[in-house]
């Protein structure tokens, strides 16, 4: 291709990946009148199970081709559901009559926490809900053999995950090991593991056809195994499901052995990006998949450093050349993206890298596959039983060095553009002095997050915590957190994976004070796992400091608590809710708790007038916002801190109405996302889900 051709090809290439991509979009969601159906009756398939809780299981079940009764769209789709309290058990692949009710896919919107709806697109499901009835179960037959085997085995969940990317059986404890040693490529069926079963595929193929002295239509039996390689390759990929990093290496073994079986030298670079354009074309929806871009980050780091270099080095030196490249290629933006980078991921990867390519994942494939053909079961029991001693050293290894706790991450994008040049700097053959530069740029990210707030001013963030309340309030040098989110008797704690991320991405890794409105789960439901990430913050609560004399200044700006007089027999405990005002010079904030409309005129005279920002009482019940107290506070902004498709209706419609007719302009958190407010630009908001960068 001529150097003149090339960026017209390049730009054309990327418009219809453009296009792709939007029909996908376009088509992925279900349309309405899915949802308008109270209960879906429908025959499907378990694709996949987990047991969250004693008391749930998720399900991932797949319709048949006639869908639901009143949504012929849902045929061949998959959708998530967990069923509570579940009256039997279940297995993969068992074919049951689900009453399911539905509901579309969304999640929670905030900075620095886990974007479910867009995981949730990204694997392809078409909606969420709840089991309701399950009936007509039929078991699959395999089912009490991997029962069986899931006894025999003690790492069976393990090895199932690294030889055919069935993860239902990875425990919640194993998958917090391996990202606290960053070694979770390790069990998320990728390159490493196509690049092994291309291997294996390809050397047993070629050994039988020698022996056989067979040569088909001419061709050698070198060039035969490399055929049929590429056919067990994929058959592998679309066993393990098609996940990004497994379609990519398939695709690019492919594409090798095209290039082989054609004599003829292709690009390395030109090939990579050749995979990425038939990867998004095939299957757009990866490119929501954090996996798909780390997967491609890897790679383009590995060529950078051996694609001119590869015969020069050992094995080992490759080893450990590649482990470094990889740490620090990924870092930035496993720090921006995933939020975590453990510092020992090298160490625990030089060990777990070589014993596991070597040893535990071939023998678990082999083992595994034979299993699957029904094949020389005790060949297979012994590869298997080789697998498990390995998988077991390897954890143990992990367990030894997990007790080293050091990280970085949440780093902001400025951050990880500025640091990922650096390391490229640091890659590049230019000498001891401009590497030494390069590697003072990628000191960026030790500096803390800053928030670029002028003495004076301050910052609200209302995070977005279902039904419940969380607010982070920032000036120049000082962080508030007001409320910290629900606890769900699920055990998703917004504490933990709302609050602490979105406290450490949009700002210092600190927290100077914590204020509790009051003891509801839902506003105070995640706070010991703040209080366990940040010990040092003070806390204010009903009866521990909050009064109507309590002020303090930081920074230029005011801050008061404001609670009732009342006693506590006499008022309810939303009543006796510890609120907030924030003010300076020019503006003013209020974060009302849930007091009821009573105590809302008790504070009356004693609230400013004309506020710019206001989080409403009681998330919009009918019980608050009074008229009065609407007309007094006449805001510019009101943020409802409430769940969308709230189960108590928050916020009520005649409750919004007055808002609206007083001049306010309206936001839901779980609506919008995260609502950011600023007194330098009182009259902006910002919100997660109108942002480009969105990870």
């Known amino acids: 291709m001529s150097k003149t051709k090339a960026p017209w090809v390049l730009m054309l290439v990327c418009a219809v990946i453009v296009l792709r991509i939007s029909l996908w979009y376009t088509h992925h969601s279900l349309p309405g009148h899915c949802f308008a159906t109270a209960v879906h009756e429908l025959e499907g398939e378990i694709v996949a199970l987990r047991q969250r809780q004693p008391h749930m299981v998720t399900l991932d079940i797949r319709s048949d081709s006639n869908g ?48 479910y709806q867009r995981w949730l697109m990204g694997k392809g499901y078409a909606a969420t809900g709840y089991v309701k009835k399950i009936s007509d179960v039929q078991a699959s037959s395999s089912s009490s053999f991997q029962h069986e085997l899931a006894t025999r085995y003690q790492n069976w969940g393990l090895l199932r995950a690294i030889a055919l990317g069935d993860q239902q059986g990875v425990t919640d404890t194993s998958w917090g090991l391996f990202r606290a040693t960053g070694t979770v490529h390790l069990m998320v069926v990728s390159g490493l593991h196509v690049g092994i079963y291309a291997g294996m595929a390809f050397g047993i193929l070629f050994g039988v056809l ?48 095209f290039a082989l079986l054609a004599l003829r030298r292709i690009s390395w670079w030109r090939g990579l990006f050749a995979v990425f354009a038939v990867a998004i074309l095939l299957q757009p929806n990866i490119v929501l998949q954090q996996g798909f871009w780390f997967s491609y980050i890897a790679v383009a780091c590995l060529l950078f450093v051996f694609v001119h270099r590869w015969r020069a080095v050992s094995w080992v030196s490759a080893l450990v050349l590649s482990q470094v490249a990889l740490f620090f290629g ?16 090298p160490l625990a990867n030089i060990v777990a890298v070589p014993l596991m ?62 640091a990922s040049m650096g390391f490229v700097g640091l890659l590049l053959p230019i000498g001891w002095f401009r590497r030494l530069v390069s590697g003072l740029v990628c000191s960026i990210l030790l500096m803390p997050n800053s928030v670029s707030i002028p003495p004076g001013e301050f910052r609200v963030t209302v995070l977005d915590v ?58 105070a439901g995640g706070l010991d796992a703040v209080q366990l990430e940040f010990p040092s913050a003070w806390l204010i609560e009903r009866n521990h400091g909050c009064s109507n004399e309590t002020t303090w200044v930081w920074d230029k700006v005011m801050f008061s608590t404001l609670t009732t007089a009342r006693d506590d027999a006499f ?72 769940a969308k498709d709230s189960q108590y209706g928050h916020p009520r419609e ?42």
């Open 571 to 642: 008022a309810t405990k939303n009543d006796l809710s510890c609120t907030v005002v924030v003010s300076n010079a020019r503006t003013q904030a209020y974060f009302a708790g849930d007091i009821g409309q009573a105590i809302e005129l008790e504070f009356l005279q004693q609230l400013p007038q004309g506020i710019d920002l206001v989080v409403a009482p009681h998330h919009g019940s009918e019980t608050s916002s009074h008229q009065r107290f609407v007309e007094h506070i006449d805001a510019t902004f009101v943020v409802f801190s409430a």
């Open 210 to 257: 020698r022996l056989l002295t067979w040569q088909p239509w001419g061709f050698t039996a070198k060039q035969v195994a490399l055929i049929f390689s590429i056919l067990a390759v994929f058959l592998f990929a679309w066993q393990s499901g098609l996940q990004p990093p497994v379609f990519r290496a398939a695709l690019g073994y492919g594409l090798l052995v």
């Open 68 to 115: 639901s009764s009143s949504c012929i769209e849902l045929a061949g789709r998959i959708v998530r559901v967990s069923w509570y309290y579940p009256k039997q058990e279940l297995a993969k692949g068992t074919r049951a009559h689900f009453r399911l009710q539905l509901r579309p896919l969304w999640g929670m919107k905030n900075p620095g926490g886990f974007d």
């Open 654 to 695: 005649s409750v919004l109405e007055r808002y609206v007719k007083q001049g306010a302009i309206p936001y839901t958190t779980g609506l919008s996302g995260a609502v950011s407010w600023s007194s330098q630009f009182p009259q902006v908001v910002s919100t997660s889900r109108a942002r480009i960068f969105q990870y």
């Open 357 to 418: 390519s070597s040893i535990t994942i071939p023998t678990a494939m082999l083992g595994m596959q034979l299993n699957l053909l029904g094949a020389s079961t005790l060949l297979s029991q012994q590869l298997l039983w080789v697998a498990d001693i390995s998988m077991s050293v390897v954890l143990e290894w992990l367990l030894v060095i997990s007790d080293i706790d050091l990280s970085l991450g949440f780093f902001q994008l400025g951050k990880v553009a500025v």
């Open 466 to 523: 279902g039904q419940g309340s969380a607010v982070i309030v920032d000036t120049h040098r000082h962080r508030l957190l007001i409320d910290a989110g629900p606890r769900f008797k699920s055990g998703f704690d917004t504490g933990a994976a709302v609050v602490v991320p979105a406290v450490k991405q949009t700002g210092p890794d600190q927290l100077d004070g914590i204020v509790i409105s009051h003891a509801d789960i839902d506003h």
């Open 330 to 345: 990924l870092t930035p933006w496993l720090g921006f993206m995933v939020n975590t980078v453990p510092l020992i991921s």
